[in-house]
């Protein structure tokens, strides 16, 4: 009886060579080994036994083939393989030399897969005695399949274990090519990424400013602000020494606003029809305002087309209008100037008005408190005499009189009254004028003191009518001054006088100036590559971060 020799397990070689390499001594050794075993004692020749042709045939024929130098698993492959057709081997040998007497090659790949198929995979290659699977095996370009096999007695083999310095340029040559492998890895997914976050995003930017973007004609006009009288030397101070762009800095970024405004965008539209020009559908959809925009979304466009600047230095402002049609754009920009014209007019006049109001309420004051001053006085004199200060005067004169008539009868009564037997009668003559004086002297006194008929005393009403000279006197020059003070303002306000000037008018654009197809598509890439880098440069913060 025939036992299966065992054979130890071979790691198949995926790239092998084409010239099978020969076994190493302890394989040859265990191969001879099993073949000794596998054939039975009476196959052994005998000393003086003479063998037919045939069985000398069979063994020339098996002594070739043992120098083949078949591998163990080759060997038992054609016994197996034998065994399928119904031949009855005596060894592993003679299975290859029934096989091939047959016309049947046991190392074709195509009857090493029949056997395999055949088998159900229950076979020696399923690892059940002790070998590999038969699919792992790979045939060489001359369709023999390459594996492990035996190889002359005397052979020397390299050992299986390496030097630590093979090991280690090995493990190193195993480390760069790892690293290498990875680099392109990360180069491809690099690439990858900016290929679908930034070339792409740019290819497709530029493709719409060359192909797809309407061509857009700029108009550029330039116009200033000046005063009436830019020296103001009538003003004297410092207002003569201020240049006419800083006299006129604020009005001309007042106008500029104005012009920026949604108010003269409306009368843009109203006017010539900015919102229908911008609406046509031939302009591509990403510059075009749609039908049913709101103002809000039709000025949004009016701020990005009309384009102001105002140049502290020189005083100038700048104004770029574009639109599709550059015959268009001409007009617009004219009446956007005209726009301008009529604000700086309304500021001017605002600032005349200004001026010279509080002259003229200042004025109109002045006037009615003289006019009232005036009043007064016509009643005073109406409701007294006529000329109250004449009569006061007279009346002091007619107390002085008879004040000096009065002391000359009283020494004339003192005089008498000194006598030794004094004159009765004339006594009584001087004491009865003096009596009279007395009562004249009071008449006139009262007359001066007393109000008489429900009217004021002559003393109060001259004080009254003084009062009202002088009330009236101070209303003139109130109103003098308030004259001057008018006049004076309406010559400074006739300085404060704008008028705008085109310095550039306006004119038609024969070339279109948007879209700067290059210079859009540049700062595109730059845009799309510095969003990748930032989020690139934050993901991976946060990487570390978490990692860490």
Do not use: C
């Not at 390499?21 to 020749?45: F, L, N």
């Not at 009668?425 to 002297?441: D, G, M």
């Amino acid at each position: 009886m025939t036992t299966k020799p065992k054979a130890r397990k071979f790691r198949i070689r995926r790239s092998a060579p084409q010239t099978p390499q020969p076994p190493r001594p302890e394989e040859q050794a265990r191969e001879q080994a099993a073949d000794s075993a596998a054939q039975p004692q009476q196959s052994s020749t005998t000393t003086g036994q003479v063998s037919s042709g045939r069985e000398t045939a069979a063994a020339t024929s098996i002594e070739e083939i043992r120098k083949e130098g078949l591998t163990g698993r080759q060997l038992r492959m054609s016994r197996r393989m034998a065994q399928k057709h119904g031949l009855a081997p005596t060894s592993d040998f003679d299975a290859v030399r029934l096989l091939r007497a047959k016309g049947i090659d046991p190392f074709k790949r195509n009857s090493i897969l029949e056997l395999v198929a055949g088998d159900g995979g229950q076979g020696g290659g399923d690892g059940s005695d002790g070998t590999p699977p038969a699919a792992d095996a790979q045939p060489p370009a001359n369709d023999r399949v390459q594996l492990p096999h035996t190889v002359p007695t005397g052979q020397n083999l390299p050992s299986a274990q390496l030097s630590p310095a093979d090991r280690r340029a090995f493990e190193i040559t195993q480390i760069q090519s790892d690293i290498a492998k990875r680099r392109r890895r990360k180069l491809l997914l690099l690439l990858t990424r900016l290929t679908a976050f930034v070339f792409l995003p740019t290819l497709i930017a530029g493709y719409y400013y060359y192909a797809v973007a309407t061509p857009m004609y700029t108009t550029k006009s330039e116009f200033l602000i000046l005063t009436a009288d830019s020296g103001g030397g009538g003003g004297g101070g410092l207002g003569g020494l201020l240049p006419t762009q800083f006299a006129t800095g604020q009005d001309s970024i007042a106008t500029q606003s104005y012009l920026q405004s949604k108010d003269a965008m409306l009368r843009l539209d109203k006017d010539v029809g900015f919102r229908e020009h911008f609406s046509q559908q031939w302009i591509d959809p990403i510059q075009r305002l749609s039908e049913d925009a709101s103002n809000e979304d039709a000025y949004k466009l009016y701020k990005k087309y009309v384009v102001l600047g105002y140049d502290p230095t020189e005083g100038v402002i700048r104004m770029e209008l574009s639109t599709a049609d550059p015959e268009l754009s001409a007009v617009f920009s004219e009446k956007l100037i005209e726009y301008a014209e009529e604000n700086v007019d309304e500021l001017s006049a605002e600032k005349r008005s200004d001026a010279v109001k509080t002259a003229v309420e200042s004025l109109e004051q002045a006037k009615a408190d003289r006019r009232a001053a005036q009043q007064r006085m016509v009643e005073l004199q109406e409701s007294s005499i006529l000329d109250p200060e004449g009569e006061v005067a007279n009346i002091r004169a007619l107390l002085s009189n008879v004040e000096l008539q009065l002391q000359e009868k009283q020494l004339a009564l003192n005089t008498q009254m000194n006598n030794s037997r004094p004159n009765q009668a004339r006594v009584e003559a001087l004491r009865s004028e003096i009596e009279v004086l007395e009562r004249e002297l009071n008449k006139q006194k009262a007359r001066l003191t007393q109000a008489t008929d429900g009217t004021s005393s002559l003393a109060a009403q001259s004080a009254a009518i003084q009062m009202a000279q002088a009330d009236l006197a101070t209303a003139d020059m109130v109103l003098q001054a308030a004259l001057e003070t008018k006049r004076q303002s309406e010559i400074e306000a006739n300085k404060q006088v704008r008028y705008l000037t085109v310095s550039v008018k306006p004119v038609a654009s024969q070339d279109s100036s948007y879209p700067r197809s290059f210079e859009n598509t540049i700062l595109a890439f730059l845009i799309f590559a510095g969003i990748y880098l930032m989020i690139s440069l934050t993901v991976s913060i946060l990487r570390e971060q978490v990692s860490s």
